[in-house]
Nanobody, 130 residues
Framework: EVQLVESGGGLVQPGGSLNLSCLVS????????MSWVRRIPGKGLEWISG????????IYADSVKGRATVSRDNTKNMLYLHLSSLKSEDTALYYC???????????????????????WGQGTQVTVSS
């Protein structure tokens, strides 16, 4: 059974930063691309970042590029996301997800991929507010 357990969210002031974590089980973590996805109130799901199985290649959505760093520790089955220069628009429920959209720059491809994601954790809430 695939399990994804996100943690690290909280209330953060604008301009601040935080570190999110995700503990993964139920599949061979070290062979899988992983992504971070967020659900923004009133706007739906947004893919924001991906990292390849070895941790050598990372990709980011424009909305977080330059402010986000995704990483992983395959010895611990852990996925991480560091987000800095936080804005109110970053307020969302953050999920880690197995795999990634094939063409992250295509909204249609990303939307189709999100519809096919089968395994979701409970997410971790990030609220950016003063």
């Amino acid at each position: 059974e695939v399990q994804l357990v996100e943690s690290g969210g909280g209330l953060v002031q604008p301009g601040g930063s935080l570190n999110l974590s995700c503990l993964v089980s139920g599949f061979i973590f070290s062979t899988a691309w992983m992504s971070w996805v967020r659900r923004i109130p009133g706007k739906g799901l947004e893919w924001i970042s991906g990292i390849d199985a070895g941790g050598d290649n990372t990709i980011y959505a424009d909305s977080v590029k330059g402010r986000a760093t995704v990483s992983r520790d395959n010895t611990k089955n852990m996925l991480y996301l560091h987000l800095s220069s936080l804005k109110s628009e970053d307020t969302a429920l953050y999920y880690c997800v197995k795999d990634r959209p094939r063409w992250p720059d295509s909204p249609e491809v990303v939307a189709g991929w999100l519809e096919e994601v089968k395994n979701w954790g409970q997410g971790t809430q990030v609220t950016v507010s003063s």
